[in-house]
């Protein structure tokens, strides 16, 4: 069963830094271009940021680069995206995605707030 986990998220203050995490699994992980992408509050989804197959080269709108970091762990088909400098724009809920078929998990919601 093809399954994406997210976790990680809560209430964060702005300013500070928090750790999101997608745990894969039912397909090769190793083989997938992986993304994130968020759902803020009455909008559309939105893509954040995606990382190759071998974490070799990540990509991000450039709204978010230089706080954002997209990474992978193939052995334990897990990915990861660490978030710094909290805004209150990123509230939202994220969500990791398989590229190749769309497929996101059900999310994990961040909320930034003081």
């Known amino acids: 069963q093809v399954q994406l986990v997210e976790s990680g998220g809560g209430l964060v203050r702005p300013g500070g830094s928090l750790k999101l995490s997608c745990t894969a699994s039912?397909?090769?992980?190793?083989?997938?271009?992986m993304s994130w992408v968020r759902q803020a509050p009455g909008e559309g989804f939105r893509w954040v940021a995606g990382?190759?197959?071998?974490?070799?080269?990540?990509d991000y709108l450039g709204l978010v680069k230089g706080r954002f970091t997209i990474s992978r762990d193939n052995a334990a088909k897990r990915m990861y995206l660490e978030i710094d400098n909290v805004q209150p724009g990123d509230t939202a809920v994220y969500y990791c995605?398989?590229?190749?078929?769309?497929?996101r998990g059900k999310g994990t919601r961040v909320t930034v707030s003081s």
């Open positions: 039912g397909f090769n992980f190793i083989d997938e271009y």
């Open positions: 995605r398989r590229d190749s078929t769309a497929m």
């Open positions: 990382i190759n197959n071998d974490g070799t080269k990540a």
